[in-house]
């Protein structure tokens, strides 16, 4: 998934610079589109981890305090 994240983001820039360049309001909005999905999908895989580990750490310390 991260590869898709990397591919909208770079993808979304490279429309928004060529919208710029060509003066295509709509490919430079698309671009930006393109590339806040990008950010999003990051985001998101980004919270997912986060929350993984704070599970495995929550599990962890209730464990360790079943063991005393």
């Given amino acids: ?10 993808a979304g820039k490279a429309k928004e610079t060529a919208g710029k360049f060509t003066d ?3 490919l430079e909005a698309e671009g930006k589109v393109q590339g806040a999905e990008g950010k999003a999908k990051e985001f998101v895989d980004d919270v997912k981890a986060n929350a ?7 599990e962890q ?4 305090r079943k063991g005393k």
């Fill in 61 to 64: 310390e209730i464990n360790d």
């Fill in 1 to 10: 998934m991260a590869q898709d994240d990397k591919f909208d983001k770079f």
């Fill in 24 to 26: 295509d309001k709509d």
């Fill in 52 to 58: 993984g580990a704070l599970k495995d750490r929550v």
